[in-house]
Nanobody, 125 residues
Framework: QVQLVESGGGLVQAGGSLRLSCAAS????????MGWYRQAPGKQRELVAR???????KYVDSVKGRFTISRDNAKNTVYLQMNILKPEDTAVYYCNAEGRYYTGTWYYTADFSSWGQGTQVTVSS
Protein backbone atom coordinates (compact mmCIF):
# COMPACT_ATOMS: atom_id res chain seq x y z
CA GLN A 1 0.00 0.00 0.00
CA VAL A 2 1.70 3.12 1.31
CA GLN A 3 4.94 3.25 3.26
CA LEU A 4 6.14 6.07 5.51
CA VAL A 5 9.79 6.70 6.33
CA GLU A 6 10.69 9.13 9.11
CA SER A 7 13.94 10.89 9.82
CA GLY A 8 15.33 13.67 11.96
CA GLY A 9 15.02 12.48 15.54
CA GLY A 10 17.84 12.63 18.04
CA LEU A 11 19.15 14.01 21.31
CA VAL A 12 18.97 17.73 22.02
CA GLN A 13 19.25 19.98 25.04
CA ALA A 14 16.26 21.81 26.42
CA GLY A 15 15.60 24.94 24.41
CA GLY A 16 17.02 23.44 21.27
CA SER A 17 15.39 22.54 17.95
CA LEU A 18 14.86 19.51 15.77
CA ARG A 19 13.15 18.97 12.44
CA LEU A 20 11.38 15.72 11.65
CA SER A 21 10.59 14.58 8.12
CA CYS A 22 8.29 11.86 6.87
CA ALA A 23 8.10 10.76 3.24
CA ALA A 24 5.28 8.63 1.86
CA SER A 25 5.74 6.27 -1.06
CA UNK A 26 3.75 3.59 -2.84
CA UNK A 27 0.62 3.49 -4.96
CA UNK A 28 -0.60 6.83 -3.74
CA UNK A 29 -3.65 8.40 -5.30
CA UNK A 30 -4.09 11.16 -2.76
CA UNK A 31 -3.14 11.98 0.80
CA UNK A 32 -5.82 13.84 2.72
CA UNK A 33 -4.22 14.22 6.14
CA MET A 34 -0.69 13.84 7.42
CA GLY A 35 0.18 14.07 11.06
CA TRP A 36 2.64 13.48 13.85
CA TYR A 37 1.89 11.55 17.01
CA ARG A 38 4.11 10.78 19.96
CA GLN A 39 4.27 8.22 22.70
CA ALA A 40 6.27 8.66 25.87
CA PRO A 41 7.11 5.70 28.14
CA GLY A 42 4.08 4.63 30.13
CA LYS A 43 1.76 6.99 28.29
CA GLN A 44 -0.74 6.67 25.48
CA ARG A 45 0.05 7.80 21.98
CA GLU A 46 -1.17 11.35 21.43
CA LEU A 47 -1.69 13.59 18.44
CA VAL A 48 0.94 16.31 18.24
CA ALA A 49 -0.04 18.03 14.99
CA ARG A 50 -1.86 17.30 11.76
CA UNK A 51 -2.25 19.04 8.42
CA UNK A 52 -4.72 18.57 5.60
CA UNK A 53 -3.98 18.65 1.90
CA UNK A 54 -5.38 22.18 1.88
CA UNK A 55 -3.02 23.33 4.60
CA UNK A 56 -5.33 23.42 7.60
CA UNK A 57 -3.47 22.59 10.78
CA LYS A 58 -4.24 21.40 14.28
CA TYR A 59 -1.92 21.22 17.28
CA VAL A 60 -2.09 19.81 20.76
CA ASP A 61 -2.11 22.68 23.25
CA SER A 62 1.25 21.78 24.78
CA VAL A 63 3.15 22.46 21.53
CA LYS A 64 1.31 25.50 20.21
CA GLY A 65 3.73 28.32 19.49
CA ARG A 66 6.72 25.98 19.55
CA PHE A 67 6.07 23.37 16.85
CA THR A 68 5.15 23.96 13.21
CA ILE A 69 3.81 21.31 10.86
CA SER A 70 4.12 21.70 7.10
CA ARG A 71 3.90 19.51 4.04
CA ASP A 72 5.12 19.34 0.47
CA ASN A 73 2.27 17.78 -1.49
CA ALA A 74 4.41 17.26 -4.59
CA LYS A 75 6.85 15.17 -2.55
CA ASN A 76 4.24 13.51 -0.31
CA THR A 77 6.31 14.67 2.63
CA VAL A 78 5.36 16.17 5.98
CA TYR A 79 7.67 18.05 8.33
CA LEU A 80 7.57 18.93 11.99
CA GLN A 81 9.77 21.83 13.07
CA MET A 82 10.19 21.64 16.82
CA ASN A 83 11.58 24.66 18.63
CA ILE A 84 12.09 25.49 22.30
CA LEU A 85 12.08 21.80 23.10
CA LYS A 86 11.33 20.71 26.64
CA PRO A 87 12.17 17.48 28.48
CA GLU A 88 8.46 16.61 28.44
CA ASP A 89 8.65 16.48 24.63
CA THR A 90 10.78 13.34 24.95
CA ALA A 91 8.98 10.51 23.17
CA VAL A 92 8.93 8.32 20.10
CA TYR A 93 7.38 10.36 17.31
CA TYR A 94 5.28 8.60 14.68
CA CYS A 95 4.15 9.85 11.32
CA ASN A 96 0.67 9.03 10.06
CA ALA A 97 -0.95 9.52 6.67
CA GLU A 98 -4.50 8.90 5.49
CA GLY A 99 -5.75 8.96 1.94
CA ARG A 100 -6.46 6.81 -1.09
CA TYR A 101 -4.20 4.35 -2.90
CA TYR A 102 -4.41 2.47 -6.19
CA THR A 103 -5.37 -1.15 -5.59
CA GLY A 104 -3.75 -2.39 -8.79
CA THR A 105 -7.01 -3.25 -10.47
CA TRP A 106 -7.66 -0.75 -13.24
CA TYR A 107 -7.75 2.67 -11.55
CA TYR A 108 -9.72 1.56 -8.49
CA THR A 109 -8.66 3.20 -5.28
CA ALA A 110 -9.20 2.40 -1.62
CA ASP A 111 -8.65 4.09 1.72
CA PHE A 112 -5.38 3.73 3.57
CA SER A 113 -4.03 4.77 6.94
CA SER A 114 -0.33 4.16 7.36
CA TRP A 115 2.18 4.64 10.16
CA GLY A 116 5.90 5.18 10.13
CA GLN A 117 8.31 3.14 12.21
CA GLY A 118 8.85 5.92 14.74
CA THR A 119 11.81 8.13 15.55
CA GLN A 120 13.14 8.85 19.03
CA VAL A 121 13.30 12.43 20.27
CA THR A 122 15.12 12.92 23.56
CA VAL A 123 15.35 16.32 25.24
CA SER A 124 17.80 16.62 28.11
CA SER A 125 17.39 19.14 30.88
Amino acid sequence: QVQLVESGGGLVQAGGSLRLSCAASGRISSINVMGWYRQAPGKQRELVARITSGGSTKYVDSVKGRFTISRDNAKNTVYLQMNILKPEDTAVYYCNAEGRYYTGTWYYTADFSSWGQGTQVTVSS
